[in-house]
């Protein structure tokens, strides 16, 4: 059974910061690429941070400077270190693993970033 379990969300205030983790079991984690998306009320789902099998990252261009992806494959875990976070990075965080033919979704954090 596959499974990718997010944690490390909560309420942050703006210039903040926050740690997501996202633990896979049920794949052979190190082949995969790992992905970071968010949705807020009433937005489509973006892709806001990706990190390969061989560990090259990528950023929107939204965060790019303020939010670094990295994966331990000895744990089968991927991070995203969230750091001067605003307003509009409100969102619910889903961890996604990726080789076709099939994705995997975590459940999603909440992350909240308000005063």
């Known amino acids: 059974q596959v499974q990718l379990v997010e944690s490390g969300g909560g309420l942050v205030q703006p210039g903040g910061s926050l740690r997501l983790s996202c633990a896979a079991s049920g794949i052979t984690f190190s082949i995969y690429v790992m992905n970071w998306y968010r949705q807020a009320p009433g937005n489509q789902r973006e892709l806001v941070a990706q990190?390969?099998?061989?560990?090259?990252?990528s950023y929107a261009d939204s965060v790019k400077g303020r939010f670094t992806i990295s994966r331990d494959n000895a744990k089968n875990t991927v991070y995203l270190q969230m750091n001067s976070l605003k307003p509009e990075d409100t969102a619910v965080y889903y961890c996604?693993?990726?080789?076709?033919?099939?994705?995997?979704w975590g459940q999603g954090t909440q992350v909240t970033v308000s005063s």
């Open positions: 990190i390969t099998s061989g560990g090259r990252t």
């Open positions: 996604n693993a990726a080789a076709r033919p099939i994705d995997y």
